[in-house]
């Protein structure tokens, strides 16, 4: 096994222990035992608990930001744009996100934290760029719209999940949601 595809399986099974059992019972002796490997090759890839931890975070939270470019790239409506945004918050919240356990550790979380920042700065500008010019609303309504919008898919992912909604059927309730608070806010 080459030492990519090597890291990446330790990454793997790292995530995995994680959504399992959580970030609190996660350790080197019991990643050691899922990946298959021994503590010693741990270390070899990843000096630490955090080092392996930052890692992960960094490597999944690049592979998110490029699936959601890819996804934006051949959005050209607004519906369009709201279907990558909702699917997105109703599958991170599946994935129970390892992302949002990580950056939820300042220790960990230091290591993107510029890329966070900026990557969330630039969807925030698309997006309401996007729904001020779809509207033809000011950009002050048009975030203030957006802020609601992600709050109520974020709401629908959870209740989705806890009672077994349907992905498709969740999702385009937010969907419909969202594009009703748009349309009442349209300007005329």
Do not use: C, W
Not at 42 to 52: E, V
Not at 94 to 103: A, P, T
Not at 143 to 148: G, N, S, Y
């Amino acid at each position: 096994m080459s030492p990519e595809a090597r890291r990446d399986q330790i990454l793997d099974a790292a995530k995995q222990l994680i959504v399992r059992h959580g970030l609190e019972a996660f350790s080197i002796k019991k990643l050691a035992i899922e990946a298959e490997v021994s503590e010693p090759l741990l270390f070899h890839y990843f000096s630490s608990r955090t080092a392996l931890l930052q890692q992960l975070l960094a490597r999944d939270f690049s592979r998110l930001v490029a699936s959601l470019n890819t996804s934006l790239d051949g959005a050209d409506t607004i519906d369009e744009v709201l279907r990558v945004y909702v699917a997105m918050n109703y599958d991170q919240y599946l994935e129970e996100s390892v992302i949002n356990l990580l950056l939820g550790e300042p220790d960990i979380a230091v290591v993107i934290e510029d890329e966070v920042s900026q990557n969330r700065e630039m969807r925030e500008k698309m997006l309401v760029s996007t729904i001020a010019t779809s509207l033809d609303v000011s950009k002050k309504k048009a975030a203030m719209l957006a802020l609601m919008a992600s709050s109520a898919s974020l709401s629908a992912a959870r209740f989705a999940h806890k009672y077994k909604v349907e992905r498709e059927e969740a999702i385009q309730a937010a969907i419909d949601f969202a594009r009703a608070g748009f349309e009442a806010h349209r300007t005329k």
